[in-house]
Each structure stands twice: as C-alpha cells, then as structure tokens.
C-alpha cells in the first residue's frame, strides 16, 4: 500500500460518480482511495472499484467505527481500514483478517495505545488543528510510529508534511470536493490537482533523513 503515499478521501458522493472519480484521480497520479462508510452503498462501492481496477488501485473504507463494518468492507475487498478514532475491536478484526489497519488518533497516548493493540499505521486526525510541526514533535518519543496526517491537509502544506516525518497524507476536499457537481470539468480538475500533489511530494525527504 506505502509504494503511495497520497490517499485520496471520497465522502458522500454519488454512487455513479465514484467510478468516475476513482478513473480520474488514477490518472493524476494517485492510487490509492478512501470511500468513507458514511458514504451511500459504500460496500458495494468497494466492491465496484476493486473490481475495475484490481491491483491497479488501493481501495478500502474510512469512518469505520465497528468491528462489523470493518468485516462488510474487507469482505467486499477493501485492502485497509481507517478509522476516525482509537477502536480495539475494530483493530483487532481487521488484523484477523490481514488488512491493514489505520485508526485515527491525536495524542501521544492515543497513538501509542494504537499502534500497541496492532495497528499498522496512525492516521493523525484533524492534522490541520496541530499542523506539519507535530509529526516532528510526536517522532521524537515515538520515532518507530507510522504517522498519516489527516484534515487540513492541503497544496500548501502537504510537503511540509513529509518532511516533518509523515509517511502518507490523507486529502480530503482539497483532492476531490463532492459537495460540486462531478461532471467532466470536475473530473479533469481531480486529475489536475492529483498531478500537483503527486508534484509537490516528489522527491520529499522523511524525518528519517533528519
């Protein structure tokens, strides 16, 4: 999953459109996407796009807040799981199953907490309210935890990011805004701003090189 780095965060669109949306941020760059579970037919959506795309996209489910959600999901093909929060069953049923799991966490304890009941990676949620500097701050104790930023990431801070120590970046509207129509000059605007992320992270140097 980590051979890419940018994840995109699909929430609340169309079902007709997520095809659409998958096809377009595919062709910019980004290769891996979040359908959140609040999203109408999520799990058949997961189905869908895994099955157009194979391994040629990394699909899995976000918001998940249950083991059982979690299970619907990978059972449909979803390859991770995020989650919004710290949930131990959640963790634990999407390890049983060999998917890798990304609970959302904020402070030094919550992170360790999670990442010690097996989780694979920590999405650091809403990034935007710490900003780029925190994933620094949290590597100093905790040097050998994955971080993904998540909430307020954006074009501007993206980078600023990686270089602070993120592993990946979740992007939510600031990659696809569902909240506009998805008609063929939204589709080719994902595209766009797909290229520039993939862009502005390329050839980023990691906490690891500090």
């Known amino acids: ?15 007709e459109d997520v095809v659409k949306i998958a096809r377009a941020l595919h062709e910019g760059g980004v290769h891996i996407m979040e359908i959140t579970a609040d999203t109408p037919e999520c799990i058949d959506l997961i189905r869908r796009v895994s099955a157009e795309f194979g391994e040629d996209m990394v699909v899995g489910a976000g918001t998940v807040l249950d ?40 402070t030094p304890t919550e992170i360790l907490t999670a990442y010690e009941h097996g989780a694979d990676l920590i999405k650091v949620f809403p990034a935007g309210v710490m900003g780029p500097g925190y994933m620094k701050d949290i590597h100093g104790p905790l040097p050998h935890i994955p971080l993904m930023p998540t909430g307020g990431v954006n074009l501007s801070n993206v980078r600023e990011y990686f270089e602070k120590g993120a592993v990946a970046a979740g992007l939510g509207s600031a990659l696809v805004n569902t909240n506009q129509t998805i008609d063929d000059e939204a589709l080719n605007n994902i595209t766009k701003r797909a290229q520039q992320f993939v862009r502005a992270i390329k050839d980023v140097e990691t906490y690891e090189n500090y």
């Open 67 to 106: 083991p059982e959600t979690a299970k619907a999901a990978i059972s449909a093909g979803a390859d991770f799981i995020f989650s919004p929060t710290v949930d131990r069953e959640t963790i634990r049923m999407t390890k049983r199953y060999g998917v890798v799991s990304i609970p959302g966490a904020m």
């Open 1 to 15: 999953m980590m051979n890419h780095k940018l994840v995109a965060v699909v929430r609340g669109a169309a079902g």
